[in-house]
């Protein structure tokens, strides 16, 4: 038996079975890397196109592309007679391309351009970093720019690439300083307002009303951007107009206030720190509102210099509005004094009381002017006169917390909602007030005190005017407004349900003084009868404020004239007084004779 022998392959065939796949390893393994690489490249243009495709399409149309944008024409504001208070001029801006600091010779380039332009270079250097350097938009570096510098600018255009000057339009106002409280002043955003106002469309280089009526008006005055879209080649000319957006005006805004009246206020106050408001007490309409130490608001249209604004700061605050700034009432407040007294029911308009030299309540004596006494007076007599101590003791009578609350009814301490942001409330303190204040409790001497215009209370001379329309309208408390409106009077009036009997004898009393006692400055032939009340605050360590107030025709009074000189010296019916009549002769366009 032959023993088999083991199965043996011929060497052809072992050597074929031992390379089975390994010729296709080098075609997979290029494939795999051809996929690995394939996938990157496909991911990363995926990245490119989708996620940062926009970030890279605006970089390549901001080198193409430029914005030149057109800023509105700001509305006009009119005195009620048409008369121009504010309006638009034309000058000329320097703009420039914010890439341009991205050259290598920018620090060369602004450091000349800031000793042309007078703006520094910290300055010029915000402004632009603040718009981005990849910012296709032109922005405004300069305003109001001189001959001398738009002839520099052309003269070294080389020098100066990326420089743009163009014509624009900048806030004028041809009567300069009159009105300029009531009017205000436009200015250029700055970076934290743009960044507050971003969200209402607001845009670097807007110019926005800062003060007064531009500020109370600026949605209505502002208008609407407009702009051309350029596209420009790689040396930066214009090659087509892509787009344009005509810029839309703003509106133009009509105001109560009279220009010869507000003339009339502002020669009266002359040199005098002070203000005079004049209104209409019949739906609270101004018709003047000066206030001085005052400004010229055409400085804000240009660049102002380091040397102007230090220059306007030692003027006396000329940006305070003293007509919407508190200061004690002095004895104009005896009007509020009457009227609680008669409203309570405790002192009817027949009450008659002693007068005495001194009132001595909680250990103060209180005096009085004359420092004698007027003997027994009624309301009528004690209002002509100016009794300090009838009225003290008609406020120490109906007590503390009723004057306070009939202060507060005549609008004391409260803002009377005149449209400027610049108004102050006053003060019309209590006993909590006091307690906080001083850990003391309100006492008698303190209502004592405020019932003749003293002690803690402050009033402005508008919220004066405010009350001084009660006695003359009737009884109804009036809401001081600037915006021109010929609608119900009713709108902007409200009654305070006051007795006849005492709207009857405040204007009675009122009228006494100016015919037989502290105003007889407005008693005089060439004028309509008025009626009207003196103040004369003591206000330590300075000299008095001169306070008077009035309104005409008595039968009909259609003007209301509050006068108030700070720190003046003397008495309301001396000082402030003939400020009242000289606004009146120009409202009723009344001149004394030659002869009297």
């Known amino acids: 038996m032959t023993i088999a022998e ?182 250029e955003l700055n970076a934290e307002e743009l960044a507050k106002r971003r969200a209402e469309g607001y845009r670097m280089g807007d110019i926005v009303g800062k003060m007064g009526v531009e500020a109370a008006y600026e949605k209505q005055l502002r208008g609407e951007w407009g702009g051309l879209q350029l596209e420009v080649d790689g040396s930066g000319k214009a090659i087509r107009v892509l787009g344009q957006k005509i810029a839309k005006a703003g509106e133009d805004v009509t105001l109560t206030l009279d220009l010869n009246v507000q003339k009339a206020a502002e020669a009266a106050l002359g040199s005098r720190k002070g203000a005079i408001v004049a209104i209409d007490p019949r739906n609270g309409a101004v018709l003047a509102l000066a206030s001085n130490p005052t400004f010229d608001p055409n400085i804000f249209s240009g660049q102002i210099t380091t040397a102007t604004w230090k220059k306007l700061n030692t003027q006396g605050n000329p940006f305070i509005n003293r007509a919407l700034q508190g200061f004690p009432p002095a004895s104009t407040f005896k009007v509020i004094t009457q009227t609680a007294g008669m409203e309570s029911g405790k002192y009817p308009p027949n009450t008659i009381l002693p007068t005495f030299a001194y009132l001595h309540v909680a250990g103060t004596a209180f005096g009085e002017w004359n420092k004698a006494g007027f003997g027994s007076l009624g309301y009528v007599r004690a209002m002509a006169w100016s009794s300090n101590t009838f009225h003290g003791q008609i406020g120490k009578g109906v007590g503390g917390p009723t004057l306070i609350e009939w202060a507060r009814r005549y609008g004391f301490g409260s803002r009377t909602g005149i449209e400027l942001k610049e108004e102050t409330p006053g003060l019309i303190a209590d006993d909590a007030w006091k307690r906080k204040r001083f850990d003391m409790k309100w006492s008698d001497g303190d209502t004592v005190n405020m019932s003749i215009g003293q002690g803690f209370t402050l009033a402005t001379p508008l919220q004066v005017a405010v009350m001084f329309s009660v006695p003359a309208n009737g009884g109804y408390l009036v809401k001081p407004h600037l915006l021109k409106d010929d609608s119900d009077p009713n709108k902007y009036r409200k009654s305070m349900n006051l007795k006849p009997g005492t709207v009857k004898t405040l204007r009675e009393g009122l009228r006494a003084v100016i015919a037989s006692g502290t105003g007889k400055a407005l008693n005089v032939a060439h004028l309509p009868p008025a009626a009207g009340k003196s103040g004369t605050a003591e206000a330590p360590p300075g000299k008095n404020h001169a306070w008077f107030g009035a309104f005409a025709p008595y039968d009909k009074p259609e003007i209301v004239v509050v006068a108030f000189a700070e720190h003046s010296g003397g008495g309301g019916g001396k000082v402030a007084a003939p400020m009242v009549k000289q606004v009146m002769e120009a409202y009723f366009n009344k001149q004394p004779k030659k002869n009297q």
Do not use: C
Not at 34 to 57: C, D, F
Not at 102 to 109: A, F, K, S
């Open 6 to 187: 083991p199965l043996r392959f011929p060497a052809r065939l072992k050597q074929k079975g031992r390379t089975v796949g390994r010729q296709f390893q080098p075609l997979l393994i290029m494939l795999f890397i051809s996929l690995v690489l394939l996938g990157g490249i496909g991911s990363r243009l995926v990245y490119l196109q989708l996620i940062e495709g926009q970030i890279y399409r605006e970089k390549a149309d901001n080198n193409r592309i430029r914005i030149i944008p057109k800023p509105p024409v700001r509305g006009n504001l009119f005195d009620r007679k048409g008369k121009v208070l504010a309006t638009t001029r034309l000058t000329h801006a320097a703009y420039l391309w914010p890439m341009v600091q991205l050259r290598p010779d920018w620090p060369e380039q602004l450091a000349r351009l800031s000793k042309l332009l007078a703006v520094p270079q910290a300055e010029l250097q915000q402004k632009i970093e603040q718009a981005g350097a990849n910012t296709p938009t032109l922005i405004r570096i300069a305003r109001s720019l001189t001959p001398a510098q738009i002839t520099a600018l052309e003269e070294y255009k080389s020098g100066f690439e990326g420089i743009e000057v163009d014509i624009e339009t900048v806030r004028s106002y041809p009567n300069k300083q009159l009105g300029a409280h009531i009017l205000g002043y436009t200015g």
